[in-house]
């Protein structure tokens, strides 16, 4: 299995996860262009992709969708609330028919030989889902726009091999920045994003000596930093009761603007 960050941050996101024989994309919240380039350094064209999973309809996730469907007309997979908002979306355009395939979280699905699990998020969407994709005894999670996580997520995010998470922002930076106070607000909220800490306190909840990839994604632009998140994460594994140090652990950070090292398992 191999996963590789095309985009990811507050500006736009889209993941590749797959195998040898299945190609899928998490995510097109970028613009069609982008995808293709990303695809081109990871050898893979459009129309080779098995589907593109959408964890929710927010901007960020689906802008480049419109152009790139109806390009490539790659099926395209999500909750029935995200499909809802996908609908109404009116920035994607006329979508070509067939496309849109309802999941359930909590319910696996085959694409070749890859099996999907969408689980449900905390987050102020319609529906929105991460997903965690198994093949041949491995697993890799996306897991990001989570505004809080519980046991259930702990729980959907155990034994992982590879995860892309989120670590959108440092708390005090967000407080003290020039963001309005509705909108610090909602990304503190329940229903916003995870904040560098909780996402070193998530990580020391499903570290295990098989996961050897840690992706931090969905970096705020203005309330984060490549270097501080990395440094917050890996502090807290270190200060966390569990028998890791950050140090010891292989930390990647994704960037907003360039497709990141591809993670082969």
Same mark, same amino acid.
């Given at each position: 299995?191999?996963?590789?960050?095309?985009?990811?941050?507050?500006?736009?996101?889209?993941?590749?996860?797959?195998?040898?024989?299945?190609?899928?994309?998490?995510?097109?919240?970028?613009?069609?262009?982008?995808?293709?380039?990303?695809?081109?350094?990871?050898?893979?064209?459009?129309?080779?992709?098995?589907?593109?999973?959408?964890?929710?309809?927010?901007?960020?996730?689906?802008?480049?969708?419109?152009? +790139?469907?109806?390009?490539?007309?790659?099926?395209?997979?999500?909750?029935?609330?995200?499909?809802?908002?996908?609908?109404?979306?009116?920035?994607?355009?006329?979508?070509?028919?067939?496309?849109?395939?309802?999941?359930?979280?909590?319910?696996? +699905?085959?694409?070749?030989?890859?099996?999907?699990?969408? +689980?449900?998020?905390?987050?102020?969407?319609?529906?929105?889902?991460? +997903?965690?994709?198994?093949?041949?005894?491995?697993?890799?999670?996306?897991?990001?726009?989570?505004?809080?996580?519980?046991?259930?997520?702990?729980?959907?995010?155990?034994?992982?091999?590879?995860?892309?998470?989120?670590?959108?922002?440092?708390?005090?930076?967000?407080?003290?920045?020039?963001?309005?106070?509705?909108?610090?607000?909602?990304?503190?909220?329940?229903?916003?994003?995870?904040?560098?800490?909780?996402?070193?306190?998530?990580?020391?909840?499903?570290?295990?000596?098989?996961?050897?990839?840690?992706?931090?994604?969905?970096?705020?632009?203005?309330?984060?930093?490549?270097?501080?998140?990395?440094?917050?994460?890996?502090?807290?594994?270190?200060?966390?009761?569990?028998?890791?140090?950050?140090?010891?652990?292989?930390?990647?950070?994704?960037?907003?603007?360039?497709?990141?090292?591809?993670?082969?398992?």
């Amino acid at each position: 299995m191999r996963m590789c960050s095309i985009a990811s941050g507050s500006s736009g996101n889209c993941i590749y996860v797959g195998s040898d024989h299945t190609h899928l994309l998490v995510d097109t919240g970028i613009s069609k262009k982008r995808i293709d380039a990303g695809l081109k350094e990871l050898e893979i064209k459009g129309e080779e992709l098995s589907g593109i999973l959408v964890t929710h309809e927010h901007a960020d996730h689906i802008q480049g969708l419109g152009v +790139f469907s109806r390009k490539y007309e790659v099926p395209i997979y999500a909750t029935p609330g995200t499909i809802r908002g996908i609908e109404c979306y009116s920035g994607l355009g006329k979508m070509p028919e067939g496309l849109l395939h309802p999941v359930h979280v909590d319910q696996q +699905f085959c694409l070749g030989d890859l099996e999907i699990e969408p +689980f449900a998020i905390s987050h102020d969407a319609n529906e929105p889902s991460g +997903f965690r994709v198994n093949c041949d005894h491995k697993s890799i999670a996306v897991a990001t726009d989570l505004g809080k996580y519980d046991d259930y997520t702990v729980a959907k995010l155990q034994n992982l091999d590879a995860i892309l998470l989120e670590s959108n922002h440092d708390v005090h930076m967000l407080e003290v920045g020039v963001y309005p106070y509705y909108l610090k607000r909602r990304v503190l909220g329940d229903k916003g994003h995870l904040s560098n800490e909780l996402s070193g306190r998530l990580l020391c909840d499903i570290l295990h000596d098989n996961l050897k990839h840690i992706v931090l994604g969905h970096l705020s632009k203005e309330n984060n930093y490549a270097k501080l998140a990395y440094e917050t994460v890996k502090l807290e594994v270190t200060l966390g009761e569990n028998q890791y140090k950050g140090e010891d652990l292989d930390i990647k950070v994704a960037s907003r603007d360039t497709v990141s090292n591809i993670i082969e398992i």
